[in-house]
């Protein structure tokens, strides 16, 4: 069976993915697996920027979202029309020639993966380019033209060492997706610690992170710019944060994970 792999520690939102599938599939009919991408509103592969946090302490992580050829796939149940199939491979193929355009796949997907063609009257969606594994391409377009490798496209033994360690780009959906993410957004906790008599930057003072609820202890140290980073911390929890120099120390309290925090210029005297 095929799969996916996406590594989001290693997209750099250059967008070639998107503009391979464009080039692929825009006025390009490769029926029975797909008719004609329209040039504009579908993105079968698109980036999704998620920018976090506040100014200056700003990440932007770039996700590539795209069908997850779920095993379990919603769209396949409730399509009336039997136009939806998935392959012996994995890939989930919506055939244009029996879809209505009833929009009922649309609305099931929980991935927003599926487009109307208001044109043709019918759902679109990512076919993982069958049409060119079946001409013997062993990726699909999106995947050939990834400069730093994100993409990855294969049988799913092959790739065991990547799906052991993927995680769910969205938690609490359990569709036996065919597409696996690695290092997805965790939240992250940071900020600048300085003098306010010396107006100067203060470096290599001690943070020490501790999770309310599990107790676990992360710990950091300022930077050439007085800088502090906690990165890799669990959603919704709340933190004691302990700043020491210099045998002095000061503590902040209910620092919460709901959001990523840039807890911006913190004195210490």
């Known amino acids: 069976m095929k799969a996916f792999i996406v590594d989001l520690s290693i997209c750099n939102g250059c967008y070639a993915c998107q503009i391979a599938c464009k080039d692929e599939h825009v006025g390009n ?3 029975p697996y797909a008719k004609p991408q329209p040039d504009t509103g579908h993105f079968w592969i698109g980036i999704k920027e998620k920018e976090r946090g506040t100014v200056p302490k ?38 244009g020639d029996k879809c209505t ?3 009922l796949c649309a609305d099931a997907c929980p991935y927003n993966a599926i487009f109307m063609n208001s044109d043709l009257n ?13 001409d013997g ?9 990834c400069p730093t490798g994100a993409l990855k496209f294969g049988e799913e033994e092959d790739l065991e060492e990547y799906i052991e360690m993927a995680e ?16 997805t957004p965790k939240k992250w906790v940071a900020g600048t610690l300085y003098d306010p008599v010396e107006k100067e930057v203060i470096v290599g003072a001690k943070g020490t992170l501790s999770d309310c609820e599990s107790k676990e202890i992360y710990t950091a140290e300022t930077d050439a710019f007085g800088d502090f980073w906690f990165r890799g911390l669990k959603d919704d929890r709340t933190f004691t944060l302990k700043l020491e120099n210099k045998g002095k120390s000061i503590t902040i309290d209910s620092i919460s994970t709901d959001d990523d925090r840039n807890l911006g210029d913190i004195p210490f005297e």
């Open 29 to 31: 009919d490769w029926t």
């Open 58 to 95: 700003v990440m932007v992580t770039y996700i590539p979202r795209l069908c997850m050829h779920c095993d379990d796939a919603p769209c396949m149940k409730v399509c009336k029309a039997d136009a939806i199939y998935k392959r012996d491979d994995g890939l989930v193929i919506i055939d």
């Open 101 to 103: 355009g009833c929009k």
């Open 122 to 134: 019918i759902a679109q969606k990512c076919t993982g380019c069958a049409h060119l594994l079946d």
């Open 137 to 145: 391409w062993e990726v699909p377009r999106c995947v050939d033209n």
């Open 168 to 183: 769910p780009i969205k938690p609490g959906i359990d569709l036996k997706t065919r597409v696996y993410y690695l290092n």
